[in-house]
């Protein structure tokens, strides 16, 4: 099934997976405000869909996976400075409260703005040619949401190093592995059909589990350990007669396991 938008393309597959891919090429996927929205439109659709288990995020083109917010044209910020949004709270499916498991694939440039979507991501990976960079103090640009963001996946030191080198640095796909940034690097012509296989893997899985699981880990976040884990506990009591229910009707196939 594919529904109609006009700077990305959603689709999903009978596996449960719905794939939602950039579709800015000639911007190199940058983000305005009709994607911010269809971006948040395309979050509720996975949310609210029984059928789709698990989402495939990527960006189109051979250049970059996404060059962050497009400067070249007015987001469209009301007058009133008070009234004024991040754009990625429309581009967070946390923020939406979409807790369906997201897997980002990373080709080419990602930078800036981009980290919203990385940031956000269950399971990134990305191709041998991907390079990570934030460029916003080399136009006189405080860096500042996206690395607090970043910080949670890779900690302070590199997040810092990341956001104050600009453009004088990139992260390759070989450093951004080891400092886990990403989890896995493939060749960049295996890329969309490996995050499909991740996205498919988790999808087969019962729904009631892994969204509960997503919840309880990001939620932990924001707060104290022993507060975190009083919750997650409560999160399992909720969730675990659901799933269990879910795989005794629709046992999942056995089928070998792998070293990763």
Same mark, same amino acid.
């Given at each position: 099934m594919t529904a109609a938008y006009t700077t990305i393309t959603y689709e999903t597959t009978p596996d449960r997976v719905a794939t939602i891919t950039l579709h800015r090429p000639e911007a190199l996927n940058a983000f305005d405000r009709t994607m911010c929205e269809e971006i948040r439109d395309a979050w509720h659709r996975v949310k609210a869909d029984p059928h789709v288990n698990a989402v495939v995020l990527r960006g189109s083109g051979d250049r970059a996976f996404c060059a962050g917010l497009d400067t070249r044209k007015p987001y469209g910020q009301p007058d009133d400075v008070w009234n004024h949004e991040d754009p990625g709270e429309l581009l967070s499916p946390k923020w939406q409260k979409c807790w369906k498991p997201v897997v980002c694939a990373v080709q080419g440039m990602c930078t800036a703005g981009a980290f919203y979507f990385v940031n956000e991501s269950d399971v990134v990976i990305c191709s041998d @040619?991907?390079?990570?960079?934030?460029?916003?103090?080399?136009? /006189?640009?405080?860096?500042? &949401?996206?690395?607090?963001?970043?910080?949670?996946?890779? $900690?302070? /030191?590199?997040? #810092?190093?990341?956001? #104050?080198?600009?453009?004088?640095?990139? &992260?390759?796909?070989?450093?951004?592995? +080891?400092? /886990?940034?990403?989890?896995?690097?493939?060749?960049?012509? +295996?890329?969309?059909? +490996?995050?499909?296989?991740?996205? %498919?893997?988790? %999808?087969?899985?019962? $729904?009631?589990?892994?969204? $509960?699981?997503?919840? %309880?880990?990001?939620?932990?976040? @924001?707060?104290?350990?022993? %507060?975190?884990?009083?919750?997650?506990?409560?999160?399992? +009591? #909720? /969730?675990?007669?659901?799933?269990?229910?879910?795989?005794?009707?629709?046992?999942?196939?056995?089928k070998p396991w792998r070293l990763r």
């Open positions: @040619d991907a390079t990570f960079f934030d460029s916003h103090v080399t136009y /006189g640009r405080v860096c500042a &949401v996206e690395p607090i963001g970043l910080m949670r996946r890779i $900690g302070l /030191g590199d997040t #810092l190093r990341i956001a #104050l080198m600009g453009n004088d640095e990139r &992260v390759a796909a070989d450093t951004a592995l +080891r400092i /886990g940034l990403v989890t896995e690097v493939v060749e960049r012509a +295996r890329l969309w059909e +490996r995050a499909h296989e991740i996205a %498919a893997g988790i %999808a087969g899985k019962p $729904g009631a589990a892994t969204q $509960g699981t997503v919840r %309880a880990i990001w939620e932990s976040l @924001d707060r104290p350990y022993r %507060a975190a884990m009083e919750q997650s506990l409560i999160y399992t +009591r #909720l /969730g675990n007669p659901v799933g269990m229910a879910e795989a005794e009707a629709d046992p999942a196939p056995r």
